[in-house]
Nanobody, 127 residues
């Protein structure tokens, strides 16, 4: 059983920055592809970014490209989402997700492709 724990959310002014963390526990010790999603009130959960098991593969939603950076520190079983130049429309609950299987298509951008989810961390951007 893989468990994911997010942290780092909070209240920030527009133009500011936050760094989210997602720590993985349980599982087999293998490296997994890790994704970040977000869900704003009244909206569907949407893809934000994903990083492959190897460090070279990343993919971003167009809405965050150039402002957000996903990275991982495998020794700490942690994935990060550095968010810069935040906008009010970035306000949402942010979730990290993973799956222990092999993704057959890249990038995996739909929530149903992921089996395990964290509890979410709230990011509020004030304008």
């Amino acid at each position: 059983q893989v468990r994911l724990t997010e942290s780092g959310g909070g209240l920030v002014q527009a133009g500011g920055s936050l760094r989210l963390s997602c720590t993985t526990s349980g599982g087999t010790g293998r490296l997994y592809t890790m994704g970040w999603f977000r869900q704003a009130p009244g909206k569907e959960r949407e893809f934000v970014a994903v990083i492959g098991r190897d460090f070279e593969r990343t993919h971003y939603a167009e809405s965050v490209k150039g402002r957000f950076t996903i990275s991982r520190e495998n020794a700490k079983n942690t994935v990060y989402l550095q968010m810069n130049s935040l906008k009010s429309e970035d306000t949402a609950v942010y979730y990290c997700a993973t799956d222990t299987g092999v993704f057959t298509a890249w990038p995996p951008k739909t929530p149903r492709q992921y089996e395990y989810w964290g509890q979410g961390t709230l990011v509020t951007v004030s304008s």
